[in-house]
């Protein structure tokens, strides 16, 4: 009788949460939002290995001709000194988001002499782990402490995972969408009663809506991983002697048959200790008082490195996390910081700005990794996570969401590979087809307000170009490598 009831009570939730979507739909349809949508905010951090004309790891220092890793706007380096990160600036259009990155990259080819720019997220041929560098950024304290930062994370996860390049999509929605949805609190308010709304201000009520968001994608983003991923195999000097069960191919590659994106499985950014740290991102405070506590505790294998040794220093300290950014995790609530500030201490006095999407690989058949078809997709996927209904996550979910995301990076184009699914267990493109339903929905609604009727750069079509990579797993960057 109690599984009877349960299973009486989820039916009636899900049909309460397809009600309130459809209402919040129609919302988004509606005349007075068609301006708001036109002004969708969209930043790309894209990183790329410096190679040489071998194919090889660029042992050479940051190429002066792209100016200060420290202080250059649009260019700077990540972990290694070989491995750049072009910045966008904010825009309001995909294209003219990609323009910028393409311009970047152009500016970029013609001042690195006798090197290119690697064309995905698993690297080339590296060499031991002692001869990979560590990004240099100057002299001064701030730089230094960024070296540091980054021989603490060579120690504590090794160098070679360090060499893994991606795609982050930073995103947000205008003030002025936000104003209209606040007006209209009662349809965005929580299903959920655990979640809090009393007293809101407009700054708890965005906090409280980009969490909402956030919760939801990390329900679906296996589905980003599945359509986007392009990393199913690794050289084998990635691995190095490290445990594995890939499979070798004749050149002696490393590979899993079924695979999407060894990036974001255990070869990638995954940390064994981080599994400790249960993120629910059902309320703000937790969240920041999670990762303050992280940074506050000693973890016993990390304090065997040491913090200075023969005069150099090698970690910022032995707690868990160094800093906040060492927290891995597909999506991240941001803010942007002031002169010092920390990005922990800027999300508690002034809430969430906007979110940044984590888990993009490089397109290696795209001349940016990336393009608008792409692009545009993962605008309507967001702001489908934004419009759905966001019960609160507990850990037993979060174990669920786990586990999906390790069976769509290892077997993902496996053809009966099935999904957690609340209690019970959904055949991957049947709960993917059920995604892009809802997608679709939100594409459609986006076309309106830019006053596009289905053209090859509309957002109906980016997400009919995903409905095939569904119906026929053999398109996805994935299998193509």
């Known amino acids: 009788m109690p599984n009877d009831i349960a299973a009486s009570q989820r039916a009636i939730d899900k049909?309460?949460?397809?009600?309130?979507?459809?209402?919040?739909?129609?919302?988004?349809?509606s005349s007075g939002l068609a301006t708001s949508l036109t002004r969708l905010q969209r930043g790309i951090e894209k990183e790329g290995l410096r190679v040489t004309e071998e194919g090889l790891l660029a042992q050479t220092p940051h190429p002066a001709g792209l100016g200060s890793a420290l202080t250059n706007g649009w260019v700077t380096t990540d972990f290694s000194e070989a491995l750049l990160e072009f910045i966008t600036p904010v825009r309001e259009s995909n294209q003219g988001t990609l323009d910028y990155l393409a311009e970047a990259h152009a500016v970029a080819a013609q001042r690195i002499d006798n090197e290119a720019i690697w064309a995905a997220s698993?690297?080339?041929?590296?060499?031991?782990?002692d001869q990979?560098?560590?990004?240099?950024?100057?002299?001064?304290?701030?730089?230094?402490?960024?070296?540091?930062?980054?021989?603490?994370?060579?120690?504590?996860?090794?160098?070679?995972?360090?060499?893994?390049?991606?795609?982050?999509?930073?995103?947000?929605?205008?003030?002025?969408?936000?104003?209209?949805?606040?007006?209209?609190?009662?349809?965005?308010?929580?299903?959920?009663?655990?979640?809090?709304?009393?007293?809101?201000?407009?700054?708890?009520?965005i906090d409280r809506r980009y969490l909402d968001l956030i919760r939801n994608f990390r329900r679906d983003y296996w589905l980003l991983i599945y359509l986007f991923g392009a990393a199913p195999c690794v050289d084998k000097s990635f691995v190095n002697g490290r445990a594995h069960n890939l499979q070798s191919l004749s050149n002696g590659d490393l590979y899993r048959p079924h695979a999407t994106s060894l990036r974001m499985g255990d070869?990638?950014?995954?940390?064994?200790?981080?599994?400790?740290?249960?993120?629910?991102?059902?309320?703000?405070?937790?969240?920041?008082?999670t990762l303050s506590a992280a940074m506050h505790t000693p973890y016993p294998e990390y304090e065997q490195y040491g913090l200075e040794v023969n005069g150099e220093y090698q970690q910022l300290s032995c707690s868990l996390l160094q800093i906040e950014n060492e927290f891995y995790s597909p999506i991240r609530p941001k803010r942007s910081t002031e002169a010092g500030e920390k990005p922990l201490h800027a999300l508690d006095s002034r809430g969430i700005q906007y979110i940044e999407v984590r888990c993009m690989d490089i397109n290696p058949f795209l001349p940016l990794g990336i393009d608008e078809v792409t692009s545009k997709f993962i605008d309507a996927f967001l702001i489908s996570c934004l419009i759905k209904p966001s019960v609160a996550?507990?850990?037993?979910?979060?174990?669920?969401?786990?586990?999906?995301?390790?069976?769509?990076?290892?077997?993902?184009?496996?053809?009966?590979?099935?999904?957690?699914?609340?209690?019970?267990?959904?055949?991957?493109?049947?709960l993917a087809l059920e995604k892009l339903t809802v997608i679709e929905a939100v594409a459609k609604i986006l076309d309106s307000a830019h006053g596009d009727d289905g053209s090859n750069s509309s957002y109906f079509h980016s997400v009919k170009a995903q409905l095939k990579k569904i119906e026929d797993p053999s398109l996805t960057p994935s299998a193509q490598l």
């Not at 309460?16 to 919302?27: D, I, M, N, P, W």
């Not at 160098?159 to 893994?164: I, K």
């Not at 850990?395 to 069976?407: F, V």
């Open 267 to 289: 070869l990638g950014y995954q940390s064994i200790a981080q599994k400790s740290l249960f993120i629910c991102y059902n309320e703000l405070d937790s969240y920041i008082s």
């Open 132 to 205: 990979i560098p560590l990004a240099q950024y100057g002299s001064s304290n701030i730089a230094k402490m960024k070296t540091v930062y980054r021989r603490g994370l060579g120690h504590r996860y090794g160098r070679a995972m360090q060499t893994v390049a991606g795609i982050h999509y930073n995103f947000s929605m205008p003030n002025s969408y936000w104003q209209l949805e606040r007006a209209n609190r009662e349809l965005f308010a929580p299903i959920d009663p655990t979640i809090e709304q009393q007293d809101e201000s407009q700054t708890a009520y």
């Open 15 to 29: 049909k309460k949460q397809a009600t309130v979507f459809e209402q919040r739909l129609g919302f988004l349809a």
């Open 393 to 430: 996550c507990d850990e037993a979910e979060s174990q669920a969401i786990a586990e999906n995301q390790s069976r769509v990076v290892n077997h993902g184009r496996a053809p009966e590979l099935h999904l957690v699914n609340g209690p019970t267990e959904t055949a991957l493109r049947a």
């Open 122 to 129: 698993m690297p080339c041929i590296l060499p031991p782990d």
